[in-house]
């Protein structure tokens, strides 16, 4: 459980915000999956919106979805294990190119 402003949250609560969070902006839940470990939050699979969204829109969107998980109560941390975006040392999210790994940036 994590704790923020001495109550004990957990991680069952915790998914359940990111879940509204997620769906609050319209993320396609289908092929995305999310759990709460300790009130770290990991989210992994295909981000797929249920609108059609340009590139740069989906940059902007991710940095959202950071932020306001990170708003959850009880959220510590916050990881975007994508399969097809990833986040750069310059902390913008960029599309990972089909068959690209994810470490290919430092290659």
Do not use: C
């Not at 902006?25 to 289908?30: I, P, Q």
């Not at 939050?41 to 340009?54: N, W």
């Amino acid at each position: 459980m994590a704790m923020r402003g001495g109550k004990k949250i957990s991680d069952y609560q915790i998914n359940g915000n990111v879940r509204r969070v997620l769906a609050g902006r319209n993320v396609d839940l289908k092929d995305l999956h999310y759990r709460s470990t300790n009130g770290a939050v990991d989210i992994t699979g295909r981000l797929r919106f249920r609108e059609v969204k340009s590139i740069p829109e989906v940059m902007k969107e991710l940095l959202i979805l950071e932020e306001l998980i990170s708003d959850v109560k009880g959220v510590r941390r916050v990881n975007f294990n994508l399969e097809d975006w990833e986040k750069a040392n310059s902390g913008q999210y960029v599309r990972r190119l089909e068959g690209e790994s994810p470490q290919s940036e430092d290659s």
